[in-house]
């Protein structure tokens, strides 16, 4: 079950919390940079990582950190591996790969609830209309709470429906 949610997604009380990356990303933007300012650990973590296994566009990589954090990094554009280099932007393709992976995750592992951003449409670049339909029919049928952060207001707490 989906339900649309104004507010921070950085104050959810969903398990897990997900959003787009690339690989090799520096986490400077959006999302991703609040959540490196959060966890700094995550993204060092994630570069290790990216060094290490050299993903691909399409995939996920997990993070549990202090706290009970758990974020799913989900690999929505192309990684840039140039020195300095920028991530491209996010295609349907990839978005839809990611969150095949993300749901593989969610029916594998014990995950109670799950909020996501817009997916892709901020520094990914797509358009809403294009990803929304994507998580409809990757994510839509779950018995678990969804939670799409569809407007983002700093430092307000959304009614995600959940109990504490």
């Known amino acids: 079950m989906i339900r649309e949610v104004s507010g921070d997604i950085l104050l959810s009380k969903a398990h897990t919390i997900a959003h787009g990356v690339a690989p090799n990303d520096s986490f400077d933007r959006g999302l991703a940079l609040s959540l490196r300012e959060r966890w700094p650990a995550m993204h060092k973590d994630f570069r290790h990582y990216c060094h290490q296994f050299h993903p691909k566009a399409g995939g996920m990589w997990f993070w549990g950190g202090p706290g ?3 974020i799913a990094n989900l690999l929505t554009q192309d990684g840039s591996y140039d020195h300095g280099g920028k991530p491209g932007r996010a295609s349907t393709t990839h978005v839809d790969h990611a969150l095949k992976e993300l749901r593989k995750h969610i029916d594998e592992e014990d995950v ?3 909020a996501l951003p817009r997916l892709a449409t901020g520094v ?3 358009e809403w209309g294009d990803v929304r ?3 409809e029919q990757r994510l839509g049928d779950l018995k678990i709470p969804v939670i799409l952060y569809t407007q983002y207001v700093k430092g307000e707490q959304a009614d995600e429906g959940l109990s504490d």
């Open 68 to 70: 009970n954090a758990r």
């Open 124 to 126: 990914g670049g797509l």
């Open 133 to 135: 339909p994507l998580i």
């Open 112 to 114: 109670t609830s799950v």
